[in-house]
């Protein structure tokens, strides 16, 4: 795995937003913790869609998904005070959890993310 997805990511995907070409690129060497698929699933629900078409939509990309073990549970916690102050939610934290883990970059929309001291790279898609 060469990149981690942010939910923003692959929402800007799906959606045909800006960005998407940048995720294509990338998507045959990126993964993605599961955590952030329950995230994207659920803003697909948000907007209408059944719960099964939301997990389907998301199968059709073929995106490997990582589960959050204790490890990046704990990775993930520590970085509630450093991210706090821009309202970095969970998903967030552990998308960037996985991404340090494996030494990847995390591949992000959320703009709030820049200049924070984060312990993995960040590219953003737009």
Known sequence: MKYV???SAVLALLN????????????TDAGM???N???VSSKLI???MTPELAWEA????EIPLHDLDVALARA??????????RGLSLADRACLALADREGAPALT???????LDLPCPVEFIR
Do not use: Q, Y
Request: aromatic letters at 2%; proline letters at 2%; hydrophobic letters at 45%.
């Open 5 to 7: 997805l942010d939910a």
């Open 16 to 27: 045909g937003e800006a960005g998407a070409e940048h995720v294509i690129d990338k998507l």
């Open 33 to 35: 913790s599961t955590v």
């Open 37 to 39: 698929a329950i995230e």
């Open 46 to 48: 948000d907007k209408g």
């Open 58 to 61: 998301l199968d059709l990309l």
């Open 76 to 85: 993930a916690a520590a970085l509630r005070n450093p991210t706090k102050s």
């Open 109 to 115: 929309a959320d703009r709030n993310w820049a200049d």
